[in-house]
């Protein structure tokens, strides 16, 4: 980090924030610059007019306690890092505060040596976001993947997995050389795998046996799939209003229906979280009253997690004569599947985990 | 009387402690009966029960009777069976060192 990071610290007790600023801003590496607050509305100010890299919180405190200023942080700064400090042992507001996103927990040190520990995890905390650099691979598109065995020479076979498709891509030195999707291979495959948006990939063993079907350089290939995504993309562009709608719904067409190749799936239906976005289904004749009910009952439920303080919907799941039906948000979507009664609710969740992992938002 | 309250620090924050528990509430969004403790308000209780009997409401609406609702956050599962329009709803809260699966004998 260039500049000084800056702390915020937030605690009712006055003696306690003059002890801790003075412990972390001289004896942390870093030499922090450490503010505190003594109120809930004091810190939420301070964090509104400057900008911190990390917040310390009391739970227990007057008007605004430490759960509730921790929701809005959470909510209008996610970039900043949040360490509760507290005297309250229960594991219920352990659990509470890491689902609402804090990054570390900690009891009040009462040693010398909890103490350490303590400015040892805030010295950890500030570095990591000194680094920077990437939290998973999640980020990469499989563009940069194929660039990267290619740039550094690589002789391997790349498998990529895209709900049920599958598709794989031989490299061999550096260059592409053969690849083989859902029904196609060579060039019209390359391109038709690099039009995923999600997945999973895993690097196989290279197959020195595969014969040569790609002749074009990974440059050019990259470049021609950049091309037809774009016109793609364009043609959805200039297409009327009431089509880029229907285009939208087609897009994810596929998505659902490979979603109803899973074990006692009998409808989904799929919704944007904005309330004019397009619906998509698979599998209800109507699905309208449905969609009404799911977005009513995800709005309820979602609004009752933030006044409980438990951190986010992760699914409803409702069980009826006819069918079992599960809601759960999805990144900018939010899905909704029918299930015959009779499947298992542990299979019902690893089920809604699987379409979770490998729903393209 | 009230000895005692003045001596304690009045504003005191109230964390708001989620119990293990069941109540039931009727159609009309009326508590009728509760195991929970005395700490959790009736308001809480009818916070948790209103949108719950909405949803097996509406769900009604959409041609899909539900009896049982689950609803799973990070840190709280809420199950409410359907009890003649009202509900029977239980809170678990949920914990980061409970056992994620029940051990099979």
Known sequence: MVTQPKILLLDDDQDFLDLYREMLSQHLSCLPDVRVASTGARALALLESEQFHLLIVDLNMPKMDGLQVLSIARRKYPELRLVILTGIREEQFRTRAYAMGVDQYWIKPESDQEMGLFMESIESLLSREAKGGFRGVQSKSLVDIVQLECLSQSSTVLKITNGAAEGKIWIQNGEVIHAEGPGMTAEPAFQRILTWKTGSFENLPADLAQTRTIFTSYQGLLLNTAQALDEAASQLAEAPSEGSAAAEAASSAPQLAELSQLNGVEFVLALGTDENSPQDSWGLENPKPVAEWMRQTLEDFNSLGEALQVGQLQQVVGTGPQRKVALAPMGKSELCVGFSPSIAAEELRETMKNISSKWVF | ?105
Do not use: W, Y
Request: with cysteine; net charge positive; glycine share 6%.
């Open chain 2, 1 to 105: 009387m009230g000895l005692l309250n003045f001596l304690s620090k009045s504003d005191r924050p109230k964390l708001v402690h989620l119990p293990s528990g069941s109540f039931t509430i009727d159609r009309e969004g009326k508590i009728m009966t509760s195991t929970l403790p005395q700490s959790f308000s009736a308001a809480r209780m009818q916070e948790i029960g209103q949108p719950v009997i909405a949803s097996f409401q509406a769900a009604k609406v959409a041609q899909m009777p539900l009896a049982e609702v689950i609803i799973h956050f990070a840190a709280l599962k809420i199950l409410a069976r359907e009890l003649r329009g009202g509900a029977i709803i239980f809170l678990m809260p949920q914990c980061l060192n409970q056992p994620l699966r029940r051990p099979k004998h």
